[in-house]
T-cell receptor
Framework: EAGVTQFPSHSVIEKGQTVTLRCDPISGHDNLYWYRRVMGKEIKFLLHFVKESKQDESGMPNNRFLAERTGGTYSTLKVQPAELEDSGVYFC??????????????FGPGTRLTVL | AQSVTQPDIHITVSEGASLELRCNYSYGATPYLFWYVQSPGQGLQLLLKYFSGDTLVQGIKGFEAEFKRSQSSFNLRKPSVHWSDAAEYFCAVVPMEYGNKLVFGAGTILRVKS
C-alpha cells in the first residue's frame, strides 16, 4: 500500500512568486492534514480536511495560503504571494478513524520550501 | 499555556548506552500521545502511541514509552542505542478538547557516538 506522497520534495522560489504544493493521501483516508515546520520552530498544524470539507483551518497563517481538496482525494496548498517567512518544511498527513486507533496520522516526506 | 514540552534540544549518547527522551504535556484531559522519529531526509515515522490501558507501551525499533498521569509525562526509552537511531524525535499529542490535530513538541536531536 502506497504511503502519503508529496510533490515537489524541494521548491526554491523568489519572494512574491506563487508556489503550489501537492499531497496525495493514503487511499481511502478521509482525513488530510497540513503541517509546517519553520526553521528552528515546532511542527505546527495548518488545517484539516474531512473528505473535501475544511474541518479546521485555525492554523492557517494568513490569506496568502489557500488549501483545496477537490473531490476528497489529493490536496493542494498554494502560497501566493510567497514571503521569506514562509520558508520551511510542509508536511501532509492522512488518517482514517477506526475504533481504537486514536486517529493515527501517517505522514508524507514533506516539501522543503525556500523563499529567497 | 497548553503545550507539549521536550526539554532537551540535543542529546548525545554512546552506542550501546540506554536512552531516555523526556516529554511533558499540559492539557486538562489526558490526550492521545505519540512519539515520531524523523531520520535525515525522511518523513515522520510513528514509533509508538498511547490511548488508554497499559501505561507502558512498546513500539518499533525496540523503543518503549511510559505514560505517567501524575507527572503528565510520556517519556521515550530504549535500553541500548544503535548508531542508526541518530535522528530527531518528536513527542506529539492530540488534545481531546481541540479536535484531531497533532500538537508537537520542539523535538530532540539524538546523536550517537561510537
Amino acid at each position: 500500500e502506497a504511503g502519503v506522497t508529496q510533490f515537489p520534495s524541494h521548491s526554491v522560489i523568489e519572494k512574491g512568486q506563487t508556489v503550489t504544493l501537492r499531497c496525495d493521501p493514503i487511499s481511502g483516508h478521509d482525513n488530510l492534514y497540513w503541517y509546517r515546520r519553520v526553521m528552528g520552530k515546532e511542527i505546527k498544524f495548518l488545517l484539516h480536511f474531512v473528505k473535501e470539507s475544511k474541518q479546521d483551518e485555525s492554523g492557517m497563517p494568513n490569506n496568502r495560503f489557500l488549501a483545496e481538496r477537490t473531490g476528497g482525494t489529493y490536496s493542494t496548498l498554494k502560497v501566493q504571494p510567497a514571503e521569506l517567512e514562509d520558508s520551511g518544511v510542509y508536511f501532509c498527513a492522512s488518517s482514517q478513524f477506526l475504533a481504537g486507533n486514536g486517529n493515527e496520522q501517517f505522514f508524507g516526506p514533506g516539501t522543503r520550501l525556500t523563499v529567497l | 499555556a497548553q503545550s507539549v514540552t521536550q526539554p532537551d534540544i540535543h542529546i548525545t549518547v554512546s552506542e550501546g548506552a540506554s536512552l531516555e527522551l523526556r516529554c511533558n504535556y499540559s492539557y486538562g484531559a489526558t490526550p492521545y500521545l505519540f512519539w515520531y522519529v524523523q531520520s535525515p531526509g525522511q518523513g515522520l515515522q510513528l514509533l509508538l502511541k498511547y490511548f488508554s490501558g497499559d501505561t507502558l507501551v512498546q513500539g518499533i525499533k525496540g523503543f518503549e514509552a511510559e505514560f505517567k498521569r501524575s507527572q503528565s509525562s510520556f517519556n521515550l526509552r530504549k535500553p541500548s542505542v544503535h548508531w542508526s537511531d541518530a535522528a530527531e524525535y518528536f513527542c506529539a499529542v492530540v488534545p481531546m478538547e481541540y479536535g484531531n490535530k497533532l500538537v508537537f513538541g520542539a523535538g530532540t536531536i539524538l546523536r550517537v557516538k561510537s
